[in-house]
């Protein structure tokens, strides 16, 4: 049975790659307007999604829902971000799994005319780029927005409001700078405007449509310094010079220089504990590592039932990350009891888990889950994401 699912996803890999093929013809009659290129790739992007779940591919399935339901304005850019998605899932680790193959049309040069195998990173693709097509950083960020339907990114009008909204661990992992926010969407900064899976973390974290803005990784750089450099009681409001790149960090020094993530005006870390439930004791460890790394107070069960007792003592809670297989009581039996519980009916809950199975996903959100992430749990991701539940429950 293993050796024939393996099989299976082997012939579905190859049909990724057909699919790419299709996606790519789309591309010249997306970009000049063609209504019947719309509808096309709607479709692709409605077959993608359900015979990604069919074989296991979840992540496969969210992105090209978006493209299945995207406006004629944000088809073309989905398209993109789609067929980066499919090269990821099809590499089999022969060559680089990077590509950004929507970056050389907007610079006039043909989509494969920048071989994505010579490089394994976007600033390095971008300078490639600019290069080949004799383009400035600056130009080329004009070039990429008029192609894909978006503005050139205003660095220096960034908001207050805004960079509340985006975990600083997510502005890390995705590199984005947030920029302007309403009651409906969030505008942030990026080098990357194909990224559905961003789109989509997103919206997830900030409850509002994601709007990108382009800019050169050089600039996004240099504000991400900015951000982390300053104050973290308060955002940044200097002007920064976006074409000072010299002092803009590599990803590992602004890591290591980024102020723990702290929600502006809380006192959650000081007050509150996070209480961690999963039979796997490394399980455990992992998650209290992380949160104790960033000042959170931490406790442990080894499952639902042991989590009620620790509830039930006098250390309050803010905030429960609870595995959702385990014995005696599961994660989902744990939300039920806490639901119905006078006291802890509002005490958030994020589910970890191993499916990959979206009927269930939904059932933990609808039956009281705040949110969920599933295994292997990405560290910046999961930080993000206990920021951002923790800024909704107290919001």
């Given amino acids: 049975?293993?050796?024939?699912?393996?099989?299976l996803q082997e012939w579905y890999r190859t049909a990724m790659l057909r699919r790419?093929?299709?996606l790519r013809d789309l591309?010249?009659?997306?970009?000049?307007?063609?209504?019947?290129?719309?509808?096309?790739?709607?479709?692709?992007?409605?077959?993608?999604?359900?015979?990604?779940?069919?074989?296991?591919?979840?992540?496969l399935s969210a992105v090209a829902a978006i493209v299945e339901t995207s406006s004629d304005a944000d088809v073309l850019r989905r398209v993109e971000g789609?067929?980066?998605?499919?090269?990821?899932?099809?590499?089999?680790?022969?060559?680089s799994p990077f590509h950004a193959e929507w970056l050389p049309p907007a610079a006039g040069l043909d989509a494969l005319a920048v071989a994505t195998n010579a490089v394994d990173n976007l600033p390095d693709m971008w300078d490639a780029t600019a290069r080949a097509a004799g383009l400035s950083a600056e130009a080329?960020?004009?070039?990429?927005?008029?192609?894909?339907?978006?503005?050139?990114?205003?660095?220096?009008?960034?908001?207050r409001s805004a960079l509340r909204l985006v975990p600083e661990a997510l502005m890390l992992f995705g590199r984005i700078v947030p920029l302007s926010e309403d009651s409906e969407t969030i505008t942030v900064a990026t080098a990357d405007p194909t990224s559905l899976p961003m789109e989509i973390e997103l919206t997830r974290l900030t409850g509002r449509r994601a709007v990108f803005s382009v800019a050169a990784p050089e600039a996004i750089e240099v504000l991400l310094s900015a951000i982390l450099d300053a104050p973290s009681e308060q955002a940044p409001t200097d002007e920064v010079d976006a074409t000072?790149?010299?002092?803009?960090?590599?990803?590992?020094?602004?890591?290591?220089?980024?102020?723990?993530?702290?929600?502006?005006?809380?006192?959650?870390?000081?007050?509150?504990?996070?209480?961690?439930?999963?039979?796997?004791?490394?399980?455990?460890?992992l998650v209290r590592t992380l949160l104790e790394k960033r000042g959170y107070r931490v406790l442990e069960a080894e499952d639902?039932?042991?989590?009620?007792?620790?509830?039930?003592?006098?250390?309050?809670?803010g905030l429960v990350v609870a595995d959702l297989n385990m014995p005696r009581m599961d994660g989902l039996e744990l939300i039920w009891e806490l639901r119905d519980a006078r006291g802890w009916e509002q005490v958030p809950?994020?589910?970890?888990?191993?499916?990959?199975?979206?009927?269930?996903?939904?059932?933990?959100?609808?039956?009281?889950?705040?949110?969920?992430?599933?295994?292997?749990?990405?560290?910046?991701?999961?930080?993000?994401?206990?920021e951002a539940t923790i800024r909704r429950a107290q919001a």
């Fill in 1 to 7: 049975m293993t050796r024939d699912r393996a099989a």
């Fill in 20 to 22: 790419i093929d299709e």
């Fill in 27 to 59: 591309r010249a009659p997306l970009a000049a307007g063609a209504p019947e290129a719309y509808d096309a790739a709607r479709k692709v992007g409605q077959a993608l999604r359900g015979s990604g779940a069919t074989f296991g591919y979840a992540d």
């Fill in 82 to 95: 789609l067929i980066t998605e499919l090269h990821a899932l099809t590499t089999t680790g022969q060559g």
């Fill in 140 to 159: 080329l960020a004009a070039r990429v927005a008029d192609r894909l339907g978006l503005a050139v990114a205003d660095l220096a009008g960034r908001g």
């Fill in 244 to 285: 000072d790149v010299d002092s803009a960090p590599t990803l590992s020094e602004a890591e290591e220089s980024a102020p723990p993530l702290r929600l502006p005006g809380s006192d959650h870390t000081r007050d509150k504990a996070v209480l961690v439930v999963d039979d796997d004791t490394s399980a455990r460890l």
């Fill in 304 to 317: 639902g039932l042991k989590a009620l007792e620790v509830m039930s003592s006098d250390e309050p809670i």
């Fill in 349 to 386: 809950v994020i589910v970890v888990t191993g499916e990959i199975d979206e009927i269930l996903e939904t059932q933990l959100m609808e039956e009281g889950a705040d949110d969920y992430i599933r295994k292997p749990v990405d560290p910046r991701l999961f930080l993000a994401r206990v």
